[in-house]
């Protein structure tokens, strides 16, 4: 379920007309929905009923201030992967202290960054790490709070790229070596030994690998919970978003009509899986969804510059390109296009749908079937709240696109589109060279 719909003949977000805003502010911009997000918070935290829940949204999916402190509002902790992302807590008024800092190569500059600002705990991914800690947290005369990421060897049957949870992946501890991990982390006199975590992957569409993992991670969790007093347990994020049928999803008539064999995971199925195999550990359970909790509340509005007609092949390019959104080139990732101004006397136009980067890469559609649309005209790309924005790049000196969100009948500007001079603040031309 999402908030973007037509309203006759015209795409909203909410009750605001994407026209409107990409008159306002042009194109490409991305424009998010909180009535969605929130939506998206509330179904979770429904679905986890019964268990002592608490959600660390994955900020890397979509780390804008605005949505940051949407999320706080609404009771949200973070999960944090750089000293970047701290301090974009911190500059959102979000609160560090409900966050927990993942990653494989935290520097010592960041881990005492988390500690000096109370974080909840660190997600520690190898042994080397909780030397480090231990070194950061003697020298600020702290105890840190450590979990240690284990690896429970589970096939989340997703991309290659964002699978997490298999041995041969650089995450985390196997874990048949995982207690001897906690047996070191226990010797180390400045860390406090907090919880377990684990994450297997992103964009899982069934809950079956997740039942796998937590089955197999629980008897540890208890274990742990035993032998040093852990009071959490972190089952991590992934939970996937529907990218086919983007629009159709929107409406529960669509969710209805699914067939029970192939219905997509929803916040309640997942609930429903994995409460009863939580429930009896007694320990906290921290989740980190990203993707689940901005991607369907997100689009990415473009304007088309030409419909390019070739030899049996269409090009229709547009205003935005790879370095705005890069899941298509990077991930090979299916996002649905829909016209902003929908009309039904049009033909049908069978296009590749591509930006105007030097890079054959740059291509969000291939052969893919829209409402004809010509210069000037907009389009929307959905599913795109996250990792959209986190992951663009000024690849051809193309600045950030811009940012709004849309609340009811209310949309502002959340970031403004970058300009040139920001582009090139940093660079100078050498003496040497003058
Ligand atoms: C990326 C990541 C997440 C979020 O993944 P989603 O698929 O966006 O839910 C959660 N936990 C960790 C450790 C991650 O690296």
Redesign the pocket.
Known sequence: MHHFHYSGSDLQCESVDLAAVAGLYGTPTYVYSAATMEDNFRRLQRGLAGLDAQL?Y?M??NSNLAILRHFSNLGAGF?L?SGGEIRRVLAAGGNVQTSVF??VGKTEAEIALALENGIFSF?VESEPELARINHVAGKLGVKAPIAI?VNPDVDAHTHAK?T?GKSDNK?GIPLKYAAAAYEAAAKYPNLKIKGV?M?I????TSVAPFVEAVEKVAPFAADLKARFGITYF?I?????IIYKDALASGQQAWWDAQPADKRPLTPESYGAALVPLLQPLGLKILL??????V?NSGALLSRVEHLKRGAGKNFLIVDAAMNDLVRPAMYDSYHEIVPVHRDSSRRALVTDVVGPICESGDCFAKDRQLQEVGEGELIAFLSAG??GYTMASRYNTRGMAAEVLVKGSAFELINARETFEQMIAGEKVPAFLK
């Open positions: 660390c994955a890397k999916a999960d992967v993942a990653g997600h990421r964002i997490t995450f975590q994450h992957g992103s964009q899982l972190s991590g994020g992934g939970m996937g980190e969804h990203g993707r689940f909790m991607g996250a990792y």
